[in-house]
């Protein structure tokens, strides 16, 4: 209707969201799913360039950082850009990477074709279709998470047995032309994304283009007009446009008052810490399962298992986080989730023998499925749907440090004792750390929070503080009026100095 003309659309909570929905399911489950997946070739590429065990997980650990870190340039992309064009951009450099991996001679072409170009391309799939999920959704918002970071497990299901096939028929550098021809599926994925309210904005755009003659003429007018008495205000303006640094710039994308808020200071601590001990046992999980004399497939079927669950932990979880017990106090089952994670590490050295690995593959799979579900819905608790994309992308520069680091250091502890164990307890116990402190802290926020709100009504249904507020700022003008001639020449200089401060 004419009178809704300008109005921003409300989130549908259906309808085409569905599409969209199933559009980031796969492009979350490229992003996440296909890092953990090139553990498979490890070993015959570790043999093929004669590299150490940390050494070779770089390649997963530079893509996963690149991923994560490449945040903020994907949330000012999309800031500026939209969804659309910018995971089917991340589409294409996903392939070009991975088809470009395929000729690499040295293990630093690796590192440059598979962890930076595919890394990035990855990060332009990942935060557009978790920020579009937050426009297309608002009631349903955590099972739609729920539903997209499925896409996860249902691709590491695929991927694992598929690498492995593809790795005994063509080779890992086959295999890499295989797999970058199929990553140019996130571009249809992201055709997908149809931007929400895009009939207002050909609205607005019809009528600022009417509009634009006939306000040209009249700048035109009075250009003229102004120029012919003085130039003072053009270059006014000129000077004021020239004080707008790069900072100011950079600030109308990512909004970096978030490192002011509580809520959201505290979730970044608790995931930088968490994401030292995240991704390494998945990355190691396969080769440690042929480290002890299991079979390459049945150790490819670890993956397998684990993403099993984690497809069925995922919508689930997002399910229970969406119910009206859990919703109001979700941060503390994050926090439960985090630590249940570290529990399971911390356990998997006392396995024995390929069913023990199965054991902790369904347990690793059901916590790892719980944190994935709920990791964006918790921050777009905290600090909102309005400044979600700015903090998506700060919380993952952040964040990619640690991943960085997370498997070389694995790594290195497995070169060093030469047994994965130690692995697994320094991934479990910061894990079990970071589930402590995030809990601790949301308590002592929720408390402070609890306390503000009861303030603020405090303050509002009390009428004495309100008078209190009137009759003392009635009090300070009446001895202003009595302070009589003496004070009179402080008042005039005062208000000239106003003036000269608003530049009359």
């Known amino acids: 209707?004419?009178?809704?003309?300008?109005?921003?659309?409300?989130?549908?909570?259906?309808?085409?969201?569905?599409?969209?929905?199933?559009?980031?399911?796969?492009?979350?489950?490229?992003a996440y799913a296909f890092p953990k997946g090139l553990a498979i070739f490890f070993e015959e590429i570790q043999d093929f360039f004669g590299t150490s065990y940390s050494e070779i997980a770089w390649v997963s650990s530079i893509m996963l950082a690149t991923t994560y870190g490449a945040g903020p340039i994907s949330s000012?992309?999309?800031?500026?850009?939209?969804?659309?064009?910018?995971?089917?951009?991340?589409?294409?450099?996903c392939g070009i990477g991975m088809v470009s991996a395929a000729f690499c001679t040295t293990i630093l072409q690796l590192y440059i074709?598979?962890?930076?170009?595919?890394?990035?391309?990855?990060?332009?799939?990942?935060?557009?279709?978790?920020?579009?999920?937050?426009?297309?959704?608002?009631?349903?918002?955590?099972?739609?998470?729920?539903?997209?970071?499925?896409?996860?497990?249902?691709?590491?299901?695929?991927?694992?047995?598929?690498?492995?096939?593809?790795?005994?028929?063509?080779?890992?550098?086959?295999?890499?032309?295989?797999?970058?021809?199929?990553?140019?599926?996130?571009?249809?994925?992201?055709?997908?994304?149809?931007?929400?309210?895009?009939?207002?904005?050909?609205?607005?755009?019809?009528a600022a283009e009417r509009g634009k003659d006939a306000l040209e003429e009249e700048v035109t007018k009075d250009a003229l007009e102004m120029s012919s008495a003085t130039t003072v205000p053009v270059d006014t303006k000129t000077e004021e446009e020239g004080e707008k640094d790069c900072c100011e710039k950079i600030n109308q994308y990512l909004d970096f008052s978030l490192f002011k808020h509580r809520g959201f200071l505290i979730y970044l601590i608790g995931n930088v810490l968490m994401f030292l001990g995240f991704f390494a046992p998945i990355v190691f999980l396969a080769p440690y399962a042929k480290h002890i004399g299991i079979d390459e497939y049945s150790a490819a079927f670890l993956l397998s298992i684990l993403a099993i669950v984690d497809m069925i932990a995922r919508p689930t979880t997002g399910i229970i986080a969406n119910s009206k017990w859990v919703r109001p106090r979700i941060q503390y089952f994050f926090s439960f989730s985090i630590a249940f994670n570290g529990a399971c590490h911390l356990l998997c050295p006392l396995a024995s023998g390929y069913m023990g690995l199965v054991v902790y593959s369904i347990f690793f799979g059901l916590a790892f499925g719980m944190v994935c579900a709920m990791l964006f819905e918790t921050l777009m608790d905290l600090v909102g749907a309005a400044r979600f994309t700015s903090a998506v992308g700060l919380v993952t520069i952040a964040e990619c440090c640690t991943i960085l680091l997370g498997p070389p250091i694995g790594g290195t502890l497995i070169d060093t004792f030469g047994d994965y164990k130690y692995m697994f307890i320094k991934c479990g116990a910061v894990m079990v750390l970071a589930g402590t402190f995030l809990f601790i802290m949301n308590y002592y926020n929720y408390r402070v929070l609890a306390k503000e709100e009861k303030e603020r009504k405090a303050k509002e249904e009390d009428p004495k503080s309100v008078r209190t507020e009137n009759e003392s700022r009635n009090n300070w003008n009446k001895e202003n009026a009595q302070d009589g001639p003496e004070l009179e020449p402080l008042r005039e200089e005062r208000e000239g100095l106003k003036k000269e401060a608003n530049g009359t």
Do not use: E
């Not at 209707?1 to 399911?25: C, N, T």
């Not at 800031?79 to 450099?93: A, E, Q, T």
């Open 1 to 30: 209707p004419p009178s809704k003309v300008g109005q921003a659309p409300g989130p549908p909570d259906g309808g085409w969201g569905w599409v969209v929905l199933f559009g980031a399911f796969v492009s979350v489950g490229f």
């Open 113 to 206: 074709c598979v962890g930076f170009i595919t890394g990035f391309g990855l990060a332009l799939n990942l935060q557009p279709s978790v920020i579009i999920i937050g426009k297309y959704f608002l009631k349903r918002r955590p099972i739609a998470n729920g539903l997209a970071m499925a896409g996860s497990p249902v691709m590491l299901c695929t991927l694992a047995p598929l690498n492995q096939y593809l790795l005994d028929n063509f080779g890992w550098r086959g295999s890499f032309l295989i797999l970058g021809a199929i990553l140019l599926h996130c571009c249809v994925a992201g055709a997908l994304f149809r931007p929400i309210g895009a009939a207002t904005a050909s609205v607005k755009t019809q």
């Open 76 to 93: 000012i992309l999309v800031n500026r850009y939209g969804s659309r064009p910018v995971v089917m951009f991340g589409g294409l450099l």
